[in-house]
C-alpha cells in the first residue's frame, strides 16, 4: 500500500515531527525546573520567596515592554502554573528574545485559577511583580516592574505578599 504522501513531502515532515515531540517531552518539568531546555536562547531564572503553603498553584504570567498591556487581560505574552512550594522555590521559563520583560504572580491556594479578592477587592491570595515592585494601594506601573532579559539566563527575584 503506497503512502500518498509525496517522498519530499514526508522527508521534511519527519525531522519537524521529531524536533516538535523532542521539545515537548523536555519541556515537561517540574517546579524546580520550570519549562526551560538547554536550547532557549533566553531564560528567566525566576527565585519565588515568601510562598506561606505549598497548597495549589504558582501562576506566573510575562508581559512585554508596553505599558497598555501591563496587566490587563489579553495583555500577556505567556501564562504558567507550576505547584505551589513552602517559602522558596524556583522556576525557569523561556522568553521569545532579548528585550524588556516584567512578571507577575499569584500563589492560587484555593485552585480556582483566578486571584482570589475579599469584598473589599484586596487579594486574599500571595501576589507578587518583577523588581518586588510595590504595590499597597494601586498597582505597579510598567516601569516599576519593568527588567532586561539577556541572551542566556537572566536572574529574576520576587517576593509573595498575603
Known amino acids: ?20 515531540f523532542q521539545t515537548a517531552s523536555s519541556r515537561a518539568g517540574t517546579a524546580s525546573d520550570g519549562v526551560c531546555n538547554a536550547h532557549d536562547p533566553v531564560r528567566l531564572q525566576i527565585a519565588i520567596s515568601g510562598l506561606r503553603s505549598a497548597k495549589g498553584d504558582v501562576t506566573i504570567m510575562l508581559y512585554g515592554d508596553r505599558q497598555e498591556d501591563f496587566l490587563k487581560k489579553g495583555g500577556r505574552l505567556a501564562r504558567i502554573r507550576v505547584p505551589a512550594k513552602a517559602g522558596e522555590m524556583r522556576v525557569c521559563i523561556p522568553v521569545p528574545a ?41 498597582l505597579p506601573e510598567l516601569e516599576d516592574a519593568v527588567f532586561t532579559a539577556l541572551p542566556g539566563d537572566t536572574p529574576v527575584r520576587i517576593t509573595v505578599r498575603y
Open 98 to 138: 532579548p528585550g524588556s520583560y516584567a512578571l507577575s504572580l499569584y500563589h492560587d491556594e484555593d485552585g480556582n485559577r483566578r486571584l482570589t479578592k475579599n469584598w473589599l477587592g484586596l487579594p486574599t491570595e500571595g501576589y507578587g511583580f518583577s523588581r518586588d515592585a510595590a504595590a499597597s494601594y494601586r
Open 1 to 20: 500500500m503506497a503512502c500518498w504522501m509525496p517522498l519530499f513531502l514526508r522527508l521534511y515532515l519527519l525531522p519537524v515531527l521529531l524536533i516538535f
